[in-house]
């Protein structure tokens, strides 16, 4: 599982994309256990103001079940204009 | 969503003065307007301690933000009666005193403009994924947050 990040993510986590191994994959059936994980991994990602995962480009909700094709990414406070 | 509808709202660096100059000549023909709303995001020189911003490097996700700029440009026409509507953002780096974001409303009438581009505005700062680093005068930086 590949998760795209931006922003001050790529910061924080030292990469300009994540690959997460099948075994964690297998671990991470929702969001918000996708959040949990990378937030347990990368502490400073609770620093944040917002921390949203977007999958398949549309924001998702933390109950969302993640799926083997989807697109992930990681969305930190948005500051365009 | 089918993609093929999508535009691409980004254009590199600044936007400059004709290419807004050119957007608002290009209305001339369609003569039912009768008002036109234009916001203009312009790179502000702040400072954080004793450090002065030059300019802000914007990096998007370009997919998921146009996608987000085509809903909000959905979003807009139902609330509002608008005749057209028109968005680009900067991509890359735009210095200080510069242009960033271009947003443009008409219609027949002018509340509905001024209410149109209130909204729009409002949910371009706040739902599109763009980043933007204010890039400091010793070229370190820091990650903007839209207030």
Partial sequence: MTVLLFGVTKDIIGKNTLMLSDIVKDKLKTVQDLKMYLTQEYPNLENLSSLAIAVNNEYADDSLLLKQTDEIALIPPVSGG | ?147
């Avoid at chain 2, 505005?121 to 207030?147: A, H, L, R």
Wanted: glycine share 4%; charged share 25%.
């Fill in chain 2, 1 to 147: 969503m089918k993609k093929e509808n999508i535009k691409n709202v980004f254009k590199e660096g600044a936007i400059s003065s004709q290419f807004i100059a050119d957007a608002i000549q290009k209305h001339q023909s369609k003569t039912q307007i009768g008002a036109h709303n234009i916001f203009l995001g312009q790179v502000r020189k702040d400072t954080l301690e004793d450090k002065i911003v030059k300019a802000i490097e914007y990096t998007a996700y370009e997919e998921m933000a146009n996608f987000k700029f085509h809903e909000i440009k959905e979003a807009t026409f139902t609330k509002f009666d608008l005749t057209c509507m028109h968005i680009y953002h900067s991509i890359g780096t735009v210095p200080i005193g510069e242009i960033c974001l271009f947003v443009f409303v008409s219609a027949p009438h002018r509340q509905v403009v001024f209410d149109a581009l209130t909204f729009a505005v409002e949910e371009i700062k706040t739902q599109v994924p763009v980043f933007g680093k204010e890039i400091f005068e010793d070229s370190s930086y820091q990650w903007k947050i839209n207030k």
